[in-house]
Structure formats: structure tokens, C-alpha cells
């Protein structure tokens, strides 16, 4: 079973390990473990903005067709 978070929460979490890398008070490893969580989390934002984006795409459609 898949916990996946929301948009939101992802989002937060992939803020915090940006401003955690900026501060330089990771190691180099700690520093490519975060990097590559990161990099997940950024995959996982994107994915849920284009679901979105769909969504929006289809109601707007639908409307514009409702307006004919």
C-alpha cells in the first residue's frame, strides 16, 4: 500500500532539504542522499501539477463546449 503525500506536503519537504543544502552543514554523503531525495520529491511535484493540469484542461474544455 502506497502512502503517497499531496502536493503540499511534498512540496514542503523538498523546500526543507533545498534550505538544509544551502546551509552547507551537510557532508558530501549526506549532502547526494538529500540531493537524490530531492531530486524524487521534485519528480513527484511534477507529476502532480500535470495531473492537475489535465484536470483543468478537461473542465475548462468542457466548459467552452457548455458555452456553444
Same mark, same amino acid.
Given at each position: 500500500?502506497?502512502?503517497?503525500?499531496?502536493?503540499? +506536503?511534498? *512540496? #514542503? @519537504? *523538498? +523546500?526543507?532539504? =533545498?534550505? #538544509? $543544502?544551502?546551509? /552547507?552543514?551537510? /557532508? $558530501?554523503? &549526506?549532502?547526494?542522499?538529500?540531493? @537524490? %531525495? /530531492?531530486?524524487? *520529491?521534485?519528480?513527484?511535484? %511534477?507529476? &502532480? *501539477?500535470? =495531473? !492537475?493540469?489535465?484536470?483543468? !484542461? =478537461? $473542465?475548462t474544455e468542457?466548459?467552452?463546449?457548455?458555452? $456553444?
Open positions: 500500500m502506497t502512502n503517497k503525500k499531496n502536493f503540499e +506536503e511534498t *512540496l #514542503k @519537504e *523538498l +523546500e526543507s532539504i =533545498v534550505s #538544509k $543544502l544551502e546551509s /552547507g552543514d551537510f /557532508g $558530501l554523503e &549526506q549532502s547526494l542522499e538529500q540531493f @537524490e %531525495k /530531492g531530486t524524487k *520529491l521534485y519528480k513527484d511535484c %511534477k507529476e &502532480q *501539477l500535470a =495531473v !492537475a493540469e489535465k484536470k483543468i !484542461a =478537461v $473542465l468542457s466548459l467552452k463546449e457548455e458555452d $456553444l
